[in-house]
């Protein structure tokens, strides 16, 4: 893709080198869902598109997660984990209180040099951390960074609340990102936002400092996922069409010179819905949802890494994440890969 994106002159830019994705083996079926919870793949699938999740089991945690995506992301980009200057994690299911997610993902991929941070802006978690990133890189104060989304949302989620866990699934998806100089290719382009007022909307309340850990809590369903769908699912359309344009307006940029739209896995009706907003044709707007449920931080990476992997998205091409969650919180970074 030749165009001449409006882009401001830098010095340096981030470059997404490498990419990489890892889902547990374990899977959970409509049907075997349904013989938990009053519910049925018909019902599923016509109003999420969700056929199956991943499950992570008891011994496998957040940061195994993350290392087994990260260490593909490295593979794919060809770099030593010991030449990184800086990993996040964007997550909302934490390996534990503290320390991060992220310092056991140093620990694992030996990334000695590296300086480590968890990032809790759940669904947009990853969108957020690329554009934190830009920053570091385009600034010369990073050469090179690792940014991961990883989730493990089903030991959060209420199997009783079949409004609820029909939805999430775990999973981790993973980018390096190095200062290029001198070079068009990397991330034009980052914008993120968010709406405090709306945190009612998604959350998961105990054991953080308003329900510790040590007071019985008066509603033991607190210490899982609660969603507001209704709510969030007309939010989500209203702010990836808002963001997407807000993108293109930014970047001078037309649908043709798109070559992908990865959104958020959400819902794939909410996905369709804004595309159709957008008058994104279906060939520019990835779904897999089906295979995965909402991985939350993790999903806008794992669709990015299979879309590269499956050729459909191609060196030079325009691409944009889109992403929205609870905060509420929503931001989108414009790339040319
Ligand atoms: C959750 C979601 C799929 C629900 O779809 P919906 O079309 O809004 O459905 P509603 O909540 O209006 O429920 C419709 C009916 O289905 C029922 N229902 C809800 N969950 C059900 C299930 N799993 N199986 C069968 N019936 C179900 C409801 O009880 C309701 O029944 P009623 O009409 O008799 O009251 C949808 O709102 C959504 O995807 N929202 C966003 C999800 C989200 O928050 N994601 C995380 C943030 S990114």
């Known amino acids: 893709m030749n165009k001449e994106v409006k882009q401001r002159r830098l010095a340096y830019r981030a470059v997404i080198t490498g990419h990489g994705s890892f889902a547990p083996a374990n ?53 030593d984990a010991g030449e990184l200057d800086l990993i996040i994690v964007a997550t909302i299911t934490p390996e534990m209180v503290f320390p991060s997610t992220a310092s056991f993902v140093q620990r694992s991929l030996r990334a000695k040099k590296a300086w480590v941070f968890d990032l809790a802006a759940a669904c947009s978690g990853f969108v957020y ?13 990073c050469k090179k960074a690792l940014v991961i989304g990883a989730e493990t949302l089903t030991k959060i989620t209420n199997w009783k609340d079949r409004t609820s866990c029909i939805l999430f699934g775990d999973g981790a998806g993973a980018v390096v990102l190095e200062r290029g100089e001198g070079k068009q290719r990397g991330i034009i382009y980052s914008t993120m936002s968010s ?61 043709d010179d798109i070559g992908m739209v990865i959104s958020h896995q959400m819902n794939a009706r909410i996905i369709e819905s804004a595309a159709k907003r957008l008058n994104l044709p279906n060939e520019k707007v990835y779904l897999n949802i089906t295979e995965y449920g909402n991985t939350s ?14 050729g459909k998205i191609k060196r030079g091409d325009i691409v944009i994440f889109v992403a929205f969650g609870a905060g509420l919180t929503w931001g989108a970074n414009v790339i040319q890969f």
């Open 297 to 310: 931080a993790a999903s806008v990476p794992i669709a990015f890494d299979e879309c590269v992997r499956a």
């Open 27 to 79: 899977k959970l079926t409509n049907e075997e869902l349904a013989k938990k919870v009053d519910t049925s793949d018909e019902w599923i699938t016509s109003r999420t598109g969700i056929k199956v999740r991943h499950i992570t089991t008891d011994d496998e945690t957040t940061a195994f997660l993350a290392t087994e995506a990260a260490k593909r992301a490295l593979a794919e980009a060809n770099l």
């Open 129 to 141: 951390g690329l554009s934190i990133v830009q920053q570091f890189l385009e600034s010369g104060r």
């Open 195 to 255: 709406d405090g007022d709306r945190w009612k909307a998604l959350n998961c309340q105990a054991y953080g400092s308003r329900y510790p850990a040590d007071k019985k809590l008066k509603d033991p369903n607190k210490i899982y996922m609660e969603i507001k769908g209704r709510e969030v699912y007309q939010q989500a359309i209203r702010r990836i069409v808002e963001t997407v344009n807000a993108c293109m307006d930014h970047c001078g940029l037309t649908i």
